[in-house]
């Protein structure tokens, strides 16, 4: 039985683990069912495209007002977000960032 995990505050302020995910969960549900909502969604979801376009890397985790939370990275972030780099204007950045953040893990 699914049960929901009830987030610390600290946990539900912050860009990590559990909401890295989300892009690849709307990336998976437009790939599926070409909605709309779900393309225009992860377009808003800029920081790992800007974090990667200006640092070349993703933190573990992440403030809402985009700074650092870690000073560390974690490969279970640039998985979750690696999907919603699909949509971003440089394709090319999925690439380099599956083969350097990844596969090299």
């Known amino acids: 039985m699914w049960t929901a995990k009830k ?10 683990f559990d909401a890295s995910r989300m892009p690849w969960q ?5 790939l599926w069912f ?3 909502r779900a393309k225009q ?11 990667l376009a200006a ?10 007002d985009g700074s650092q939370a ?10 979750g977000t690696l999907a919603g780099l699909l949509f971003a204007d ?6 380099r960032v599956f083969a350097a953040k990844i ?3």
Request: charged share 25%.
């Open 55 to 64: 640092n070349g890397e993703l933190a573990a985790s992440y403030q809402l």
């Open 90 to 95: 440089d394709r090319s950045l999925v690439h």
């Open 26 to 30: 709307l990336a998976l549900d437009w």
């Open 41 to 51: 969604a992860i377009q808003g979801v800029s920081l790992p495209r800007r974090e």
């Open 103 to 105: 596969l090299r893990a």
């Open 70 to 79: 870690a000073n560390y990275e974690a490969v279970s972030m640039y998985g």
């Open 7 to 16: 987030l610390s505050r600290d946990q539900a302020s912050r860009f990590s």
């Open 34 to 36: 070409k909605d709309d």
